[in-house]
Structure formats: structure tokens, C-alpha cells
């Protein structure tokens, strides 16, 4: 598994992702613990949002450990955010609660899990969109940056890029069309048709965009497509527009509605893992790729989710065959 944040100066602003802000702190820290743990993980979120130089070193140690100039601090999750926090006071870590967009303790599980994955999926569509758009304007020159490579390399990228998104929303929509809307319709029939509407109009658009990256690939053997470039682009913008509409819709209309259903917390625990089991492919195959699309708070939030709520078995069994803090 690659690097999910890439900070190189010289990446294209496609590749910039809202992990990567430049560290603004001089210190340099290094971090080191399992790279498949979620606890790693959650800790060099916790130091990427304190914008500090971020140093992280797979180990075979089962606690992570961080090393701030001749200081080493090991010990629980909580010992080392402590420790985080009160070395690197600002911008403040918002700990002890999930306190983003009005989310309380008593909103669902499984409702601040949707919401996560709405944010992460917007921004890697907006990448896209800005990433087709200039392909486009460079009429499918090679680009500035020497890192993207030749033409045929960026195009390979770009559809390797939209793939991981093309799993994510598919799993998403499946996972809300057998998850969520089922539970939503037993207690009011009739309340997700609009959403799933949309989510038959949204997939075969989807899969086209996925053919035509292909043939695009296909005809740069035999030169520049500038008319195709400036095609693809704005149907990415329109699938852009379309979600965005529909996100906020589910957001507005149909997220409250959980929590308004009542469901003890048993349930939600169960609904959590219902979902988690149906979008197995993006945890298993795309976890950074996911985490990637969210500023390093709102991972932390969503690695939170899953340390409290998934089954510990079922986590390990997926989300450990990746590597997610390096
Ligand atoms: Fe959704």
C-alpha cells in the first residue's frame, strides 16, 4: 500500500490532498507503531492536524511511540494524545466528543459513518473534476510536473484514482439501499424513494464515465484527444452535481430521520457492522484512499467509529491486511 499522503511540493494540485497543508510547526516528529493498526493510524491524524513535520517508522512494536527531539513517549491511545495535545496546544485537538457539523453523542453510529463518507467522496470528486479539467486544457499534453509522467501515465492514474472512488460509491449506495433505507421504510413506507431514484441514475453514469476513461486510454495510443479530455470533464462535473444534490438530500431528509427512529444501541451497533460488512471492498482494498478524502480530524473521527463500535474480529479481519498510518 502506497503512501496515502503524498507531500511532495511537487505534486499537481490533483495530488494535493487536506492532510497534506503544509506543516507550519518547525518540530519534527517521529512516530512509530504497527502501520496496520488503527491506533497508529488515529495518532498520525492526531499529529497531521497539528501541522507538524511528521516522520512515521513501521515497527513490530504492539504500542506506538512518538519521539519529539530527546523526548520518547510510549503508552494507551490516550497517554500519547494527551501527550500530543499538550505539546502542540494549537489548533486544539477536539478529543472528547464527536462534535463536528452538530453531531452529538446520541447521533447514530451509523448516520456520522454516511456523513464521513459523504465528505470524503465530495472531495476526491472535486479532485477529479479539477484534475479532468486541466487534462483537458492541456488538450492531453504532458503535464508541468515531471512526477505525473507521460501522457499515457497520467491517464492511467486518473482511472486508477477513479476506480477506488467507483468502489466507494457503489459500496456506499448498495450499503444504504440494503442498510439504511430498509430500516428508514419499516418505520415510514415510502420515505427513501427519491434517494433511491437517484441512485439508479447515478450508477450507470458512473459506469460510463468508468468505460469512457478506458477508451480514452485506449485512443491516446494514436494521439492527443482533446474533444474526449474536455467530454470526460464535464461529465465528471455533472456526476459532481448530481451528488452533491443527492448527498445533501439524504443529509437533510433522510440521516435525521435514524435517529429520530429511536433505536436502541444495540441496533445501531448491529446497523454499524451490517455496513461495515457490506463495504468490505473499501475498507479492505481503499481504507486510505477513504481516509484520504477527509481533513485529519474527521479521520480521526471515522477510525474512532470504527476503535468503538465495529467488532474488533471483523476489523482485524480487513482492515488489517492494509497499510493505513504509513
Ligand atoms: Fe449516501
Known amino acids: 500500500m502506497g503512501n496515502c499522503f503524498p507531500n511532495s511540493s511537487t505534486k499537481s494540485t490533483s495530488e494535493i490532498s487536506p492532510a497534506t497543508a503544509k506543516p507550519t510547526s518547525a518540530v519534527t516528529v517521529k512516530l512509530s507503531g504497527p502501520p496496520n493498526s488503527l491506533a497508529t493510524s488515529y495518532l498520525r491524524f492526531a499529529l497531521l492536524h497539528k501541522k507538524v513535520h511528521l516522520r512515521f517508522v ?6 506506538p511511540t512518538i519521539h519529539v527531539g530527546a523526548e520518547t513517549v510510549s503508552g494507551s491511545q490516550e497517554v500519547l494524545l494527551r501527550y500530543i495535545e499538550d505539546k502542540f496546544p494549537e489548533p486544539r485537538l477536539m478529543l472528547w466528543k464527536f462534535n463536528l457539523e452538530g453531531f ?7 448516520v456520522k459513518m454516511i456523513w464521513l463518507q459523504h465528505r470524503s467522496m ?6 477529479m473534476v479539477r484534475w479532468s ?6 488538450g492531453g499534453r504532458r503535464a508541468v510536473d515531471p512526477s505525473v509522467g507521460t501522457p499515457k501515465m497520467e491517464i492511467r ?8 472512488l467507483h468502489e466507494i460509491m457503489v459500496e456506499h449506495a448498495q450499503m444504504e439501499e440494503r442498510i439504511l433505507f430498509p430500516v428508514l421504510e419499516s418505520v415510514d413506507r415510502g420515505m427513501c424513494k427519491s434517494a433511491n431514484d437517484e ?7 458512473m459506469n460510463g464515465i468508468k468505460e469512457y476513461i478506458k477508451s480514452i486510454g485506449v485512443m491516446m495510443d494514436s494521439g492527443v ?7 470526460l470533464a464535464s461529465r465528471f462535473k455533472s456526476l459532481q452535481m448530481m451528488c452533491k444534490a443527492h448527498f445533501e438530500e439524504e443529509e437533510k431528509d433522510l440521516l435525521p430521520m435514524v435517529e429520530a427512529a429511536e433505536m436502541g444501541e444495540k441496533k445501531q451497533k448491529k446497523l454499524l457492522n451490517q455496513s461495515l460488512e457490506l463495504m468490505r471492498g473499501t475498507h479492505s482494498n481503499v481504507c486510505d484512499f477513504l481516509l484520504q478524502g477527509l481533513t485529519p480530524q474527521e479521520a480521526m473521527q471515522y477510525l474512532d467509529l470504527l476503535m468503538n463500535f465495529a467488532d474488533p474480529n471483523f476489523i482485524s479481519s480487513f482492515i488489517c491486511q492494509q497499510d493505513i498510518a504509513g
Not at 441512485?199 to 453514469?205: F, I, N
Open 58 to 63: 513501521p515497527s513490530e512494536d504492539e504500542k
Open 104 to 110: 452529538d453523542e446520541a447521533t447514530p453510529p451509523i
Open 122 to 127: 465530495l472531495w476526491h470528486m472535486e479532485r
Open 133 to 138: 479539467e486541466d487534462l483537458a486544457a492541456r
Open 157 to 164: 492514474k486518473f482511472a486508477k484514482s477513479y476506480s477506488q
Open 199 to 205: 441512485h439508479g441514475r447515478e450508477l450507470p453514469m
Open 225 to 231: 484527444c482533446s474533444e474526449e479530455l474536455f467530454s
